[in-house]
């Protein structure tokens, strides 16, 4: 792992000349040139650019980062090894907690030929309030040849009066597998903060090998003039799951398809979801839900499957520490 130094300004001692005499002082500090108003921070010191890029590469029976460079806020920890299929399990961690205004964190992530991958969160992606600039998170996946890619990171909780921005594009080489899962709240729902956030905007481009490309693309403002956020605002939590492999038959996605949809059945009233064929070779499905643990348990339900007919794997059981 390499790590950024940060280099401080260093202090130089002025040459005193007769031709520059030596000034009194006052004992006063100079006031400084910005003058921030009473009770109130500024703003445009706030905000921290954070990279992480991970590199995966499968020299033998076990997926390994082979390359790998982070600055704060993001911290890497050495993958864990669920099982023996050598997948390299990783946590992405933000200590600061979340992001606030001005944040830009990316993450550039590459998989090698039969790499396998599994990635999530210890916890949920907080985006706090802000006076007026945005949170933004930039990630960018290349999915090697044959390789495996499982994104599962935490839902988003985007709080009262925050700004938060996400783009999201995977590249995918001919026979690799890309399972990802993205989710949102409304909100801080216990504070009673559905909807109140300024603004989300969210994109995910899935582009395969063929150059055939699946794109989700929403911006939510609650404050327009319609006052609503369409389907979704009596709901608690929106979410996407794209399962995406250019190798498999077509009648592999039929079978699926139709175990998925039983699933989403399960609790009616709780969760509203469906399944549908995107323009890449794939499932995508959309879920509406409730409560937290109704979310949770269409994640698990729903991954099982997929796992089974597509990776020919049991379902993993997740460490959060």
């Known amino acids: 792992m390499t790590l950024p130094i940060r280099e401080g300004k260093r202090k130089t001692a002025s040459r005193k000349t007769a031709a520059s005499p030596e000034k009194k002082s006052s004992g006063r500090r100079k006031p400084s040139r910005k003058r921030n108003t009473p009770g109130r921070f500024a703003t445009e010191l706030v905000g921290r650019v954070g990279e992480l890029r991970l590199k995966y590469a499968k020299p033998d029976h076990r997926t390994i980062i082979d390359h790998s460079y982070v600055t704060t806020p993001w911290k890497l920890f050495p993958p864990i090894y669920l099982d023996d299929t050598g997948a390299a399990y990783t946590l992405l961690v ?48 290349t999915v090697g040849p044959d390789a495996v890619l499982e994104w599962f990171p935490e839902h988003t909780i985007p709080f009262a009066g925050s700004r938060f921005r996400q783009i999201l594009h995977a590249t995918l080489a001919p026979g690799a597998t890309l399972l990802l899962w993205d989710a949102v709240a409304s909100g801080r729902i216990a504070r009673e903060e559905r909807w109140a ?55 592999v996605w039929t079978r699926l398809e139709s175990k998925l949809v039983p699933i989403l059945d399960e609790r009616p009233g709780q969760v509203l979801g469906g399944v549908s064929t995107p323009n890449v070779p794939g499932l995508a499905i959309k879920l509406l839900a409730r409560r937290a643990p109704d979310l949770t348990y269409m994640l698990d339900a729903l991954w099982a499957v997929i796992r089974k007919e597509v990776l020919n794997l049991p379902p993993v059981s997740l460490r959060k520490y």
Request: proline share 4%; no cysteine.
């Open 94 to 141: 933000n200590p600061s907690g979340g992001l606030v205004g001005g944040d830009y964190l990316s993450i550039d992530m590459s998989l090698e030929k039969n790499a396998h991958v599994l990635i999530s969160a210890p916890s949920a992606n907080r985006v706090y309030r802000t006076e007026g600039k945005v949170s933004d998170q930039y990630i960018t996946i």
């Open 197 to 251: 956030f300024t603004d989300l905007e969210n994109e995910i481009r899935i582009t395969t090998a063929s150059g055939r490309s699946l794109l989700e693309r929403y911006v939510i403002n609650p404050a327009t003039d319609l006052g609503r956020v369409g389907l979704a605002e009596e709901w608690n939590y929106v979410a996407s799951f794209y399962v995406v492999n250019d190798a498999l038959a077509p009648e």
